[in-house]
């Protein structure tokens, strides 16, 4: 079964300015596969970063470019509407950049018998890369819709896309996917 995570698409994010695809284009294109998915019966899993109000589970190694100290606004980690979550959704809460680890989305995918994993999502070379690293470490097939996925640069963007991803996975367009995915027979999506 093939199953669409979708990476950060969060109001404190999704706000941001990014490249090569703004935000805005990137949401559209990730509201367009999940409500393919959810059409098509399939999972669909929300990823967001969320900390505890006093930050005290965020990760705080020394590191030579760290994130700017902020206060985020209480809805920085709620989902952008137009992408969920809607009733049968996966909901996961990660506190790093991979949607795998210290999550139970592993679990809840194989759990419905998913193989393959669509990735969408911001940014690139963040969430996207570190989920699909883990991913591809966990056997998962990876299909890569380069255009509902963007970052703060261009050139970080167009060096996951052209130099990481293929090595891990099958790069592809949103119309792309969504073409395949209504190519499908219904009785294969399942199993």
């Known amino acids: 079964m093939i199953a669409l995570v979708i990476i950060d698409l ?3 994010i999704a706000g941001r300015d990014t490249k090569p695809h703004t935000a805005a284009d990137v949401v559209k294109r990730s509201a367009q596969l999940a409500d393919a998915f959810r059409k098509s019966k399939l999972p669909v899993a929300l990823v967001h970063v969320a900390f505890a109000p006093d930050r005290s589970d965020a990760l705080r190694q020394p590191v030579d470019a760290p994130n700017p100290a902020m206060q985020l606004p209480p809805d920085w980690s709620e989902f952008v509407p137009q992408i969920g979550p809607r009733d049968g959704d996966i909901i996961i ?10 999550t139970d989305l592993d679990l809840q995918l194989r759990r419905r018998g998913v193989h393959t994993i669509v990735l969408c999502g911001i940014a690139t070379n963040f969430g996207v890369e ?5 991913a591809w470490e966990r056997n998962y097939e990876i299909i890569f819709a380069e255009d509902a996925m963007s970052s703060m640069e261009a050139e970080s963007h167009q060096f996951a896309i052209a130099k990481i991803f293929p090595r891990l996975g099958r790069i592809r367009s949103t119309q792309q996917v969504l ?13």
Request: proline share 3%.
């Open 10 to 12: 969060q109001k404190g």
């Open 93 to 102: 809460a990660k506190r790093q950049w991979g949607a795998f680890y210290g």
């Open 130 to 134: 570190s989920t699909a690293r883990d």
């Open 179 to 191: 073409s395949e995915l209504a190519s499908v027979p219904s009785d294969t999506k399942v199993g």
